[in-house]
Structure formats: structure tokens, C-alpha cells
């Protein structure tokens, strides 16, 4: 998952978020950051009841919370997704490479004329970055 820092860029950067479920956010600013939810249709989890494994459903997972307006949350999108978005961005023909190194990923991108490389911890973050840098491009 993209760090939240890194998804406040994007979003900055106008990327669409048209939410669905099994999209990622987070509520920055609000001591949630680490925390990251999930838009579900339905919300189960596990828990013991006397001692028994149990799938228990509620409406909220968390009471304090009830709602809160999509533009107060942040995406964080899936690696899948973030590969998606950076293919539609990109004229064809065109490169897209996610290469694994020592403890860190590099995503190649662009045209034969233009290729950049953008080096991150995760495989998320390296493709945010490019997808950065191309909504950059873009405005």
C-alpha cells in the first residue's frame, strides 16, 4: 500500500477517485494515519465468542465514526490499480517496467525518447511516484 503521504500528492495532483469497494483510504490529520479502512459492502471479522472462532458482522467497525465526507479521506491505492492508471496515462507505445532490487523497487516509464526511473521501498510507491510525475507532466 502507497504511504499516505505519497497518496496526498496524487490527490493534489488530481488524481480521480471515484470510491468502490475494496478501495483503500485513510483519514490523514486525524491520528489515523496508520490505520488504514477498507470500503466494504459488508463488514466482518473475527473474534472469539466463549472461547469459539467466530465471523462477526457489524454495521460499523468503529463506533466514533459513523461517516465522514470522501473528500476528507485520502485513496491508497493497490499496486494493481496504480499499474492501471499509469497505463492509461501513457501514450502507446510506451514502457512500463517494475523491477525488484536489494530492498527497493525501480518503475521504469515513458516513451523511448523519455524514460524515467523512480525508486522506492515498496512496488506501490515506486509506480505513485511515476503516476506523480506524470499527472505532473500533464498540468
Given at each position: 500500500?502507497?504511504t499516505?503521504?505519497?497518496a496526498?500528492?496524487?490527490?493534489a495532483?488530481?488524481l480521480?477517485?471515484?470510491?468502490?469497494?475494496?478501495?483503500h483510504?485513510?483519514?490523514p490529520?486525524?491520528g489515523?494515519d496508520d490505520h488504514?479502512f477498507v470500503?466494504?459492502e459488508q463488514?466482518?471479522?473475527?473474534?472469539?465468542?466463549n472461547?469459539v472462532?467466530?465471523?462477526v458482522?457489524?454495521g460499523?467497525?468503529?463506533?466514533?465514526l459513523?461517516?465522514v465526507v470522501?473528500?476528507?479521506?485520502?485513496?491508497?491505492?493497490?499496486?494493481t490499480?496504480l499499474?492501471m492508471l499509469?497505463?492509461?496515462?501513457?501514450?502507446a507505445p510506451?514502457e512500463?517496467?517494475?523491477?525488484r532490487?536489494?530492498g527497493?523497487y525501480?518503475?521504469?516509464?515513458?516513451?523511448?525518447?523519455?524514460?524515467?526511473?523512480?525508486?522506492?521501498?515498496?512496488?506501490?510507491d515506486?509506480?505513485g511516484m511515476?503516476?506523480?510525475?506524470?499527472?505532473?507532466?500533464?498540468?
Open positions: 500500500m502507497i499516505v503521504p505519497l496526498q500528492q496524487l490527490h495532483a488530481g480521480p477517485w471515484e470510491p468502490a469497494v475494496g478501495d483510504f485513510a483519514v490529520g486525524t489515523l488504514p470500503i466494504s463488514t466482518a471479522f473475527v473474534q472469539r465468542l472461547g472462532p467466530m465471523i458482522f457489524h460499523s467497525t468503529e463506533w466514533a459513523d461517516h470522501v473528500g476528507d479521506v485520502v485513496w491508497l491505492p493497490t499496486e490499480q499499474r499509469l497505463d492509461r496515462q501513457l501514450p510506451a512500463l517496467r517494475l523491477v532490487g536489494s527497493e525501480t518503475c521504469t516509464v515513458g516513451t523511448k525518447g523519455d524514460l524515467r526511473s523512480f525508486t522506492a521501498p515498496s512496488g506501490e515506486a509506480y511515476a503516476l506523480l510525475d506524470l499527472l505532473a507532466r500533464a498540468n
